[in-house]
């Protein structure tokens, strides 16, 4: 009974999540940063001339992946529990009679959904614009960073979710995670790929269109699997979060 009703749950709780993300100055600031790879794409289709590979390394990977996709996870993966947390009003919603987990994979599903839809959309114009009218290496190209922003929206959005349940300051940590980890010793130290959602992402890239071995430092057989690992943890450690949450009058 309590697992047919959690299931049920999910539609509407995504729903009301995606209410919530859709705030107006967010909603704006993050079309802005999606139309950036696009922006760009028009005036490397106006200068002509174009090369696949300087094209999807210069901006599909190093706007698109490394930085519009971290931006917008961050954004939407704090935000699906943090405005709720930040009022008071979660208790609301745990005190219905609906599993954890079905909450948790609720926000995942709004908040993952959103960043996946925009970022996608974004890489997949951009590609269009560019890289469709150079065969099918562009094709292929466009391909695998589309499927790029898939695997680290679920990734991203998965690890900055878990963290608004653990602190307030989550959109600061997450950030810093972004410019620090990912941004900076992510390359000074090739060693820590294992550890980084973006080389999972080009990992998983490298499986459609290959990439060189300092870009995609990780193969796809092992990237999507520590992909699944990292999701999966992050859902039951946000999970087992929400269990512990105190509602008024005694505790859950």
């Known amino acids: 009974m309590m697992f ?17 993300l859709m705030g107006r100055r967010r909603t704006v600031l993050l079309l802005l ?7 760009l794409a028009v ?23 490394t930085l519009l996709l971290p931006i917008v996870a961050v954004l939407f993966g704090t935000a699906a529990f943090g405005a709720e947390i930040e009022d008071g ?9 609906i599993s954890r ?28 614009i560019v890289l469709a009218p150079l065969g099918e290496d562009g094709a292929a190209a466009t ?7 898939a695997v680290g929206s679920i990734c991203y959005v998965s690890l900055f979710l878990v963290l608004s349940l653990f602190t307030r300051r989550a959109l600061l940590i997450g950030l810093i995670y972004v410019l620090v980890w990912e941004g900076a010793l992510s390359n000074l130290l090739p060693g820590i790929a294992n550890l980084s ?13 290959q990439m060189k071995p300092d870009e995609a430092r990780l193969s796809p057989s092992t990237a999507l699997p520590l992909a699944i690992v ?23």
Not at 33 to 39: D, E, G, K, S, T
Not at 89 to 97: C, D, G
Not at 105 to 121: D, E, H, R
Not at 197 to 209: E, K, L, T
Request: zero cysteines; a positive charge.
């Open 101 to 128: 987990w079905a909450i948790v994979a609720a926000k995942l599903v709004g908040a993952a959904g959103m960043t996946a839809f925009l970022t996608m959309a974004s890489v997949f114009v951009a590609g269009a």
């Open 43 to 65: 005036v490397f289709w106006a200068a002509g001339q174009v090369d696949v590979h300087d094209f999807a390394s210069g901006v599909l990977d190093a706007v698109g992946v």
């Open 197 to 209: 959602i973006r080389q999972y992402s080009v990992g998983v890239a490298n499986a459609f269109w």
């Open 4 to 20: 047919t009703r959690s299931v049920a749950a999910v539609p509407l709780i995504v729903r009301v999540t995606l209410r919530q």
């Open 89 to 97: 009003t979660v208790v609301y919603l745990l005190a219905k009679p």
């Open 33 to 39: 940063l999606a139309a950036i790879p696009i922006l």
């Open 143 to 149: 391909r695998a960073f589309v499927a790029a922003m």
């Open 230 to 252: 990292l999701v999966v943890v992050a859902l039951a450690l946000a999970t087992w979060r929400l269990m512990r949450f105190e509602l008024p009058g005694g505790s859950d």
